[in-house]
């Protein structure tokens, strides 16, 4: 008959690695030692022998290291699997081949190990390493957990980002198409002349957005500083400057609801052009796009869920008018006040609406979730961004302006930059105005960006896009927390 016994708890765990780690330390052995000298790669060897036939053997000596992912101790030899960046191989350890060999009773699940030695083929044909040497290189003292799978875990694998990477390596590919998204994006602007700079990212006054602020205090000069919600201002001063085109890719920060969609921190790329206007950047928005994804999978058609995306320029464009007319039936152009109210969500419309925020409200309510395929909207109402310069279709209601969609996500955010220091001045006293009320996401009055414009900034076109949402997309992930690779978390 089996005696029941039950599992180790992780205290009692974590006291058998430790007693390990004074064993080791006493018979003179540094678990942590500086370094070591690794020469190969498992993808790397996997390439070059994955040729190799059942039981086929090499004199070639390699050296490898990785974290432990297991033991199978057969006695009078070992078989153990590491994992670098790149993947996983098997070392095989030989009691007749290795005077270290009982120190394997030492090592656990988790540690880091170097190890030297010959290439072989198992009998089940796997890629193996013949171990003639091995090293410590960090003793783990918690355990890996066992089971890292299932929903019921999402929130740990964010929190614990590092154990998500160790458990599940397939995540790191993630973040290397994230990389490619970053250097392509690079690569076509700077193929076009684009400088990439760096602006600050504590201001002294806020902007270049309608949205709350994180606020600091700077202690040399006893004033509140912020964390910038946006690239824009600072850029636009460059053009002002000199600079024809200029790009930052950088993060921004926004004090604002966090859902599959929004973090309070996010990477963002705005890039401003002298003597362009939206549509100039409605072009850039689709080249990047389309290079990213031919970047990542060789074509432009990509899958997002359910859907079949199609990235390839050019993309379908409305104006807002017309997309509310197409998708909701309402034909908010010949509306009055009083009777877009009537289609308003009230929990979206702030007391005392104009006529084009209830026409933006109505917009982002009952039509955004229908654009699946990337559609540019144009012509927004003037009041949704005190940045832009007058639509020259329609001067009295529309801005030159573009959000373009997909999959109901806003991806960027783009128009023809408004320059005229006068017009600017009377949209900032406006925005200060509410802002003085207690509308937090008003825009503030810059008075050294008035300065700005009244030396003269070319005619410009502007854009910006979020590189999260562009992951998100192009790797079919649903969270941006699963693009982010240290989401922020509650704590």
Not at 106 to 117: F, P, Q, R, T, V
Not at 318 to 325: P, Q, W
Not at 385 to 413: Q, S, Y
Not at 437 to 446: L, M, R, Y
Request: net charge negative; with cysteine.
């Amino acid at each position: 008959m089996h005696e029941n016994r039950a599992m180790p708890s992780e205290e009692e765990l974590i006291a058998e690695r430790e007693k390990k780690l004074a064993a080791l330390q006493e018979k003179g052995i540094e678990p942590y030692p500086h370094g070591y000298d690794v020469q190969h790669t498992a993808s790397a060897l996997h390439e070059q022998y994955d040729s190799l036939p059942a039981e086929g053997k090499t004199q070639d000596e390699v050296s490898v290291a990785g974290r432990l992912l297991g033991f199978r101790n057969l006695g009078k030899i070992t078989f153990a699997h590491i994992q670098d960046s790149t993947g996983k191989i098997q070392l095989y350890f030989r009691k007749d081949d290795l005077k270290q060999y009982d120190l394997l009773k030492m090592l656990d699940g988790g540690d880091w190990i170097g190890a030297k030695g010959t290439i072989f083929k198992s009998k089940q044909g796997e890629l193996s390493v013949a171990v003639t040497s091995f090293q410590l290189l960090s003793k783990a003292l918690r355990p890996l957990p066992e089971k890292w799978h299932g929903l019921k875990d999402v929130e740990q694998r964010y929190r614990q980002r590092y154990l998500d990477l160790t458990m599940n390596p397939e995540v790191k590919e993630v973040f290397k198409q994230r990389q490619t998204i970053l250097d392509t994006t690079r690569k076509v602007l700077r193929d076009k002349g684009y400088l990439e700079v760096e602006i600050p990212v504590l201001e002294p006054i806020y902007g270049g957005a309608e949205a709350k602020p994180f606020k600091s205090f700077l202690n040399a000069h006893k004033m509140t500083v912020y964390m910038r919600i946006a690239l824009e201002l600072p850029l636009k001063k460059l053009l002002v400057g000199g600079f024809d085109k200029v790009f930052e890719i950088g993060k921004v920060f926004r004090n604002e609801d966090i859902d599959r969609s929004h973090n309070p921190e996010f990477t963002m790329m705005e890039c401003y052009c002298a003597y362009g206007d939206y549509t100039t950047m409605m072009e850039i928005t689709e080249e990047i796009y389309e290079q990213c994804a031919l970047a990542l999978h060789g074509k432009t058609k990509v899958t997002y869920g359910d859907h079949e995306l199609e990235f390839k320029k050019p993309w379908p464009r409305m104006t807002m008018l017309e997309a509310i007319k197409k998708f909701s039936n309402i034909d908010a152009a010949s509306m009055s006040k009083e009777d877009l109210m009537q289609h308003a969500n009230p929990d979206d419309v702030k007391q005392g609406a104009s006529r084009g925020e209830l026409i933006n409200a109505i917009f982002e309510d009952k039509v955004e979730s229908h654009l699946i395929q990337p559609t540019f909207i144009t012509h927004h109402p003037w009041e949704t961004c005190p940045l832009a310069k007058k639509c020259r279709e329609d001067p009295e209601f529309a801005i030159e302006r573009f959000e373009p969609f997909a999959c109901g996500m806003e991806l960027a955010n783009g128009y023809s930059e408004l320059n005229d220091p006068k017009r600017q001045k009377e949209l900032f006293t406006a925005g200060e105005e509410k802002r003085q009320k207690g509308d937090e996401e008003a825009h503030p009055f810059d008075e050294d960006y008035i300065k700005a414009l009244e030396h003269g900034m070319p005619p410009a076109g502007g854009l910006g896009i979020g590189i999260d949402r562009m992951t998100m997309l192009l790797t079919n992930k649903q969270s941006i927390r699963d693009v982010i690779i240290f989401p922020f978390m509650k704590h």
